[in-house]
Nanobody, 112 residues
Framework: QVQFVESGGGSVQPGGSLRLSCIASGFTFGNYAMSWYRQPPGKERELVATITSYGSTNYLDSVKGRFTISRDNAKNTVYLQMNSLKLDDTAVYYC??????WGQGTQVTVSS
């Protein structure tokens, strides 16, 4: 079955960096666009970044220039490099494509 396993979250100070990873399984990874979403505490889940099967990317305006999404089709893995982290980036981060259920996510906490 389709599964997503996110990792790489943690606690950092403002201005810090983290690299999230998501290993996907149960489908032909290279054929699908992959996205990162996040859900801040007490708020709705929002789309952060998307990478298509051929590598085109799109970003939420508030993360442009700070976050970079990438993929390794040989490893069925999508990454989210997050630099210059801000307090508002605190959230649970999930990866997803158009099929399958949500994974457990990975917590990112930015605090001073």
């Amino acid at each position: 079955q389709v599964q997503f396993v996110e990792s790489g979250g943690g606690s950092v100070q403002p201005g810090g960096s983290l690299r999230l990873s998501c290993i996907a399984s149960g489908f032909t990874f290279g054929n699908y666009a992959m996205s990162w979403y996040r859900q801040p505490p007490g708020k709705e889940r929002e789309l952060v970044a998307t990478i298509t099967s051929y590598g085109s990317t799109n970003y939420l305006d508030s993360v442009k220039g700070r976050f970079t999404i990438s993929r390794d089709n040989a490893k069925n893995t999508v990454y989210l490099q997050m630099n210059s982290l801000k307090l508002d980036d605190t959230a649970v981060y999930y990866c997803k494509t158009g099929i399958g259920n949500w994974g457990q996510g990975t917590q990112v906490t930015v605090s001073s």
